[in-house]
């Protein structure tokens, strides 16, 4: 069984671009979870979806957004990037039934110059 | 406001000895804990989980501990080996009224490991 899968591994924008990465998750599962992490900040949760809705968000500003599609592959987006947007970022996906795993991807390493 | 906690930031033990790694945690609405092993550049690896209405969950080398009127947890890794040298985190999370998971867990700075030959 393949294992979460992100796009691209590495990205170099510049600050004030926008950006998007992609997940696609483990064969039915329909939950998918994005984080950040940063040296400063450790693993910080961004936004949760499930069945194409967002269902949990943390606390990052409007330039973070992420959607879901129907094959539950989902995508996040940071619009006017800040040099402090530069981090790994993760997704992670599971069943969803109660109390289930997340099992990640290998990551996104976003880097603003 | 740091809801999960890994008060230790390294720990070092020698091939063969046990690993205890800890984790307290402050909401007391969590209700499940895995633990994950993370190399650098990598995603986070799920090691073990336990449920609120457990003690104890055992998974091979790896044992996990919860004592939910101290919200603490910690990770027992026996015997310890240089392979297992990593950053291990600890994360929370909450059920949801119906009972699924919200999907959102809540981690802790995390703990190196180095195990040495």
């Known amino acids: 069984k393949a294992g979460v899968t992100q796009t691209p591994r590495y990205l170099i924008k510049t600050r004030g671009q926008q950006v998007t990465l992609s997940c696609s998750p483990i064969?039915?599962?329909?939950?998918v979870s994005w984080y950040q992490q940063t040296p400063g900040q450790g693993l910080q949760f961004l936004f949760e979806?499930?069945?194409?809705?967002?269902?949990n968000k943390g606390n990052f500003p409007g330039r973070f957004s992420g959607r879901q599609f129907s094959n539950s592959r989902s995508e996040m987006n940071v619009s006017t990037l800040e040099l402090g947007d530069s981090a790994l970022y993760l997704c992670a996906s599971s069943v969803q039934k109660s109390n289930t795993e997340a099992f990640f991807g290998q990551g996104t390493r976003l880097t603003v110059v | 406001d740091q809801q999960v906690k890994q008060n230790s930031p390294s720990l070092s033990v020698q091939e063969g000895r046990i690993s205890i790694l800890n984790c307290d945690y402050t909401n007391s609405m969590f209700d499940y804990f895995l633990w994950y092993k993370k190399y650098p550049a990598e995603g986070p690896t799920f090691l073990i989980s336990?449920?609120?209405?457990?003690d104890k969950n055992e998974d091979g080398r790896f044992t996990v501990f919860l004592n939910k009127s101290a919200k603490h947890l910690s990770l027992h890794i026996v015997p310890s080996q240089p392979g297992d040298s990593a950053v291990y985190f600890c994360?929370?999370?909450?059920?949801?009224?119906?009972?699924?998971?919200?999907?959102?867990?809540?981690f802790g700075q995390g703990t190196i490991l180095t195990v040495h030959p």
């Open positions: 064969s039915g599962h329909r939950s």
């Open positions: 336990i449920s609120s209405i457990k």
């Open positions: 979806y499930f069945s194409e809705t967002q269902r």
């Open positions: 994360a929370a999370s909450e059920r949801r009224a119906g009972g699924t998971s919200y999907g959102k867990l809540t």
